[in-house]
């Protein structure tokens, strides 16, 4: 093979590697944005389910407090206890002071 032969063939090689590279890096950046939409989504429903917690119970809200407290589940790294769960089917989220 000559050498333009080589050339041609490293040519190509190079411009394939860069269409794969730019197609990979087009791949990861709408999987990392995804991610990130879907985790700040979740965050934005946990902040409701939170503040659905704090109103007082009442037999017109059960239903919205049973989606709030798995809301809270779902999302969270650490699920609360099945009895924290009963407690906040009869009882507002304690108010804390920051």
């Known amino acids: 093979m000559s050498d333009k032969g080589k050339k041609d063939g490293w040519d190509k090689f190079q ?6 590279g730019v197609v990979v890096l087009g791949v990861v950046g709408y999987f990392v944005n995804s991610t990130i939409q879907s985790r700040e989504s979740n965050a934005k429903l946990v902040e409701t389910a939170v503040e659905v917690l704090k109103a007082t119970p009442e ?9 709030a407290i798995n809301m809270v589940n779902k999302h969270s790294d650490v699920p609360l206890s099945w009895e924290a769960q009963e407690e906040l089917k009869t009882n507002a989220l304690p108010q804390f002071q920051h």
């Open 15 to 20: 411009v394939i590697t860069n269409f794969v």
């Open 59 to 67: 037999e017109s809200n059960k239903g919205l407090r049973a989606w």
